[in-house]
Structures are given as structure tokens and as C-alpha cells.
């Protein structure tokens, strides 16, 4: 994966951090903390959080650019057209059914596809398509 996509440089990284990643999860992911909300409102931390990304891609290119961090290696996207990237390598070598992203939606929806690994990953984003087509009785709760 990462002979594919250009690493950050450690400051670089940490930059990323702080001005990217730590508004989301200050804030909250899944479920919003108001008062952190109305504080990085204030802050303008999204302005911050653009200008960083910008930054890195005129640094690396357009992306995914890998970050380096304690205990983990993410993909960060630097261009919107990049996410079919990551959604198409997903489980491999993108995880997708990371830890963070269990705990966090395990209160919302335990066995999301989000958070599923292969074997049942398949299954349930399959069944999930037929649902949102209203391609199967099943879906809509009929027997047979």
C-alpha cells in the first residue's frame, strides 16, 4: 500500500492532527458535541482544516496521503474524486471496520456494513443496496 501512496513527514503529520483531524473528533463524528461545535465555529477551524489539506496537496499531490501516527498508518484524502479510490480498496488495504469506527457506531448499528469485516462485508452491502432499490420482499419485511 504505501510503494502506491506518498507517506507524510512526521511534522507534517502532526500538523494534519491537530489541524484536521482533532476539530472532527472535538466535535464528535457520529454524534455532535454542541459545545464543541459552537467553539470551533468560533475558532474557524474548518477554514484551518482546508487550508491544511490544500497545503499537503500541493506538498504530495492529490492523494490519499498516508499519515504515520502511533499504533496506526490512515489515509487521509487531499481530493473528493479520491474517495471512490478508498471506498473500492476497501477491506484491502483500506480497513474499513477499524476500532474507533466500531465503537463509535456500535450504539447506532452494531452489524453496519461500515463496520463489518469479510466474510459478511459482501452479504450486507448487498443486501443493503437491494433495500435502498426496494428490489427484495425480504427488505420490506415479507415472508416468501
Do not use: C, W
Amino acid at each position: 500500500m504505501s510503494a502506491e501512496l506518498p507517506i507524510a513527514s512526521s511534522l507534517d503529520a502532526a500538523r494534519a492532527v491537530r489541524d484536521v483531524l482533532l476539530p472532527v473528533v472535538a466535535q464528535g463524528a457520529i454524534q455532535r458535541r454542541p459545545t464543541m461545535s459552537l467553539l470551533s465555529e468560533r475558532l474557524r477551524t474548518d477554514e484551518r482544516a482546508l487550508a491544511r489539506i490544500r497545503r499537503l496537496r500541493d506538498t504530495y499531490g492529490a492523494g490519499p496521503l498516508l499519515l504515520r501516527l502511533p499504533g496506526r498508518t490512515i489515509g487521509l484524502v487531499l481530493d473528493p474524486n479520491h474517495v471512490h479510490r478508498l471506498l473500492a480498496g476497501t477491506p484491502d488495504p483500506f480497513a474499513a471496520a477499524t476500532a474507533d469506527k466500531r465503537g463509535a457506531l456500535r450504539h447506532f448499528q452494531p452489524h453496519a456494513v461500515l463496520v463489518t469485516d469479510p466474510p459478511l462485508r459482501d452479504p450486507r452491502r448487498e443486501f443493503n443496496e437491494l433495500v435502498a432499490r426496494g428490489t427484495t420482499d425480504r427488505a420490506r419485511g415479507q415472508s416468501g
